[in-house]
């Protein structure tokens, strides 16, 4: 979709700071959908009520620092001329929220079971019929334009667009430092956690402790952003587990947890292909891996697990043993040492940095606890119904 909208910007000329704007924009259009099940429904067209995902993508970007412009693209990515939503909203955000538009209905109507070309002049003939009544029939022509090039709908369904993607972004040569890393890593903690309440707080939770972790034992404060980095990422490859399965009130079956074992996998995956990120992305990868080769999904021994890695491991069992599942209620100091010291005896996960846990418990629970709260404020102001606490937000982005 952010392919399809970047050809129409192309062809309206706009400036590289409405293209770079527009092109995040589409990459995150649908980021309020928060499930995969909500997303697949999306996709399919198979939601009729658009504007809660619209509201939900714009609260979280809204809480982001440097992000709010696109947020209000978000807010609208649904609008048209017809149903006025767009009057009283600047001209920018107004042509980029329709040329998302605009792309994503190309999109999702496109058939990627037959031949891509056969299906041109049914999208040219269903863009006409928008122009005028839903959308400024500038942005119409600019994408009748590009229809009419083969390459545009060949490029288009070829596996190697992400590559492409990569190779024309306006996105591309920017650098972040740590600091820009960590802001941008909470915006995809909110999209991996806030699925669920009861994940809601989990990676800022395991963030937070990571780095108290990191501070009691001496590493440095470079390295300690690192780690928090690493907590608020660490679960990213969630966001391809049901929320079916993360909400089951009750233990899981084997089979449903063959397909949770799947989660570190993907972590690891997405964030090995990010460049800059070194070690982190083990770090963050390796929080179900065990000393003894018991954990997973590498069975990975001691030795290929250095003390970061070891640190986000006893991190993520300190804040999932100390919060509130659906399966059960948060253990307190007695119930979150038994089980590290349980893990300690098997050999499975590092016993200095257990004792290290005992020794600081009332400083590293509070801290994760007041790490948590926040992100729970953070969850509420983007779950709430529209109309309630955020209601003239909502309705100004």
Same mark, same amino acid.
């Given at each position: 979709?952010?392919?399809?909208?970047?050809?129409?910007?192309?062809?309206?000329?706009?400036?590289?700071?409405?293209?770079?704007?527009?092109?995040?924009?589409?990459?995150?259009?649908?980021?309020?959908?928060?499930?995969?099940?909500?997303?697949?429904?999306?996709?399919?067209?198979?939601?009729?009520?658009? =504007?809660?995902?619209?509201? /939900? !993508?714009?609260?979280? #970007? %809204? @809480?982001? $620092?440097?992000?709010?412009?696109?947020? +209000?693209? *978000?807010?609208?990515?649904?609008?048209?001329?017809?149903?006025?939503?767009?009057?009283?909203?600047?001209?920018?955000?107004?042509?980029?929220?329709?040329?998302?538009?605009?792309?994503?209905?190309? =999109?999702?109507?496109?058939? /990627? !079971?037959?031949?891509? #070309? %056969? @299906?041109? $002049?049914?999208?040219?003939?269903?863009? +006409?019929? *928008?122009?005028?009544?839903?959308?400024?029939?500038?942005?119409?022509?600019?994408?009748?334009?590009?229809?009419?090039?083969?390459?545009?709908?060949?490029?288009?369904?070829?596996?190697?667009?992400?590559?492409?993607?990569?190779?024309?972004?306006?996105?591309?040569?920017?650098?972040? $430092?740590?600091?820009?890393?960590?802001?941008?890593?909470?915006?995809?903690?909110?999209?991996?956690?806030?699925?669920?309440?009861?994940?809601?707080?989990?990676?800022?939770?395991?963030?937070?402790?990571?780095?108290?972790?990191?501070?009691?034992?001496?590493?440095?404060?470079?390295?300690?952003?690192?780690?928090?980095?690493?907590?608020?990422?660490?679960?990213?490859?969630?966001?391809?587990?049901?929320?079916?399965?993360?909400?089951?009130?009750?233990?899981?079956?084997?089979?449903?947890?063959?397909?949770?074992?799947?989660?570190?996998?993907?972590?690891?995956?997405?964030?090995?292909?990010?460049?800059?990120?070194?070690?982190?992305?083990?770090?963050?990868?390796?929080?179900?891996?065990?000393?003894?080769?018991?954990?997973?999904?590498?069975?990975?021994?001691?030795?290929?697990?250095?003390?970061?890695?070891?640190?986000?491991?006893?991190?993520?069992?300190?804040?999932?043993?100390?919060?509130?599942?659906?399966?059960?209620?948060?253990?307190?100091?007695?119930?979150?040492?038994?089980?590290?010291?349980?893990?300690?005896?098997?050999?499975?996960?590092?016993?200095?940095?257990?004792?290290?846990?005992?020794?600081?418990?009332?400083?590293?629970?509070?801290?994760?606890?007041?790490?948590?709260?926040?992100?729970?404020?953070?969850?509420?102001?983007?779950?709430?119904?529209?109309?309630?606490?955020?209601?003239?937000?909502?309705?100004?982005?």
């Amino acid at each position: 979709m952010a392919f399809i909208a970047g050809e129409i910007a192309a062809v309206l000329d706009l400036p590289e700071v409405l293209r770079r704007r527009l092109f995040v924009a589409a990459l995150l259009h649908d980021v309020g959908a928060l499930s995969p099940e909500e997303k697949m429904d999306l996709y399919a067209s198979k939601v009729e009520e658009c =504007d809660t995902h619209c509201i /939900r !993508g714009a609260r979280l #970007l %809204h @809480q982001v $620092d440097g992000f709010g412009e696109e947020g +209000r693209v *978000l807010r609208l990515h649904h609008a048209t001329l017809r149903d006025g939503s767009l009057a009283d909203v600047d001209e920018d955000t107004a042509r980029l929220a329709q040329i998302v538009h605009l792309s994503d209905l190309v =999109d999702r109507a496109l058939d /990627r !079971g037959r031949y891509v #070309l %056969h @299906q041109a $002049d049914t999208m040219c003939d269903m863009a +006409r019929d *928008l122009a005028r009544c839903d959308f400024e029939v500038s942005i119409v022509r600019a994408f009748l334009e590009v229809a009419r090039r083969e390459d545009f709908w060949l490029q288009m369904v070829l596996p190697t667009l992400g590559q492409h993607l990569e190779a024309i972004s306006p996105c591309r040569g920017e650098m972040l $430092d740590a600091c820009g890393v960590e802001v941008h890593a909470g915006l995809v903690q909110g999209m991996v956690d806030f699925r669920s309440s009861f994940t809601a707080a989990h990676s800022a939770g395991v963030a937070e402790a990571a780095d108290a972790l990191g501070g009691y034992c001496d590493l440095s404060p470079e390295r300690r952003v690192v780690l928090r980095i690493a907590g608020l990422l660490h679960d990213l490859g969630k966001m391809a587990v049901p929320t079916s399965i993360l909400e089951k009130p009750s233990g899981l079956t084997k089979a449903e947890f063959a397909f949770m074992r799947q989660h570190t996998f993907h972590t690891y995956r997405l964030l090995r292909g990010v460049d800059g990120l070194g070690g982190m992305a083990a770090w963050a990868a390796y929080h179900h891996e065990k000393l003894d080769g018991s954990g997973y999904p590498f069975h990975l021994e001691g030795r290929a697990l250095d003390p970061q890695a070891r640190i986000i491991g006893v991190a993520d069992i300190f804040t999932a043993m100390a919060e509130d599942r659906p399966y059960r209620k948060g253990q307190g100091r007695e119930g979150v040492l038994r089980v590290l010291r349980d893990e300690c005896t098997t050999g499975r996960v590092d016993g200095e940095l257990v004792e290290t846990v005992a020794e600081s418990y009332p400083d590293m629970v509070g801290r994760v606890l007041d790490a948590q709260h926040a992100a729970r404020s953070r969850f509420s102001d983007v779950l709430q119904p529209a109309g309630e606490k955020g209601a003239k937000a909502d309705q100004s982005t």
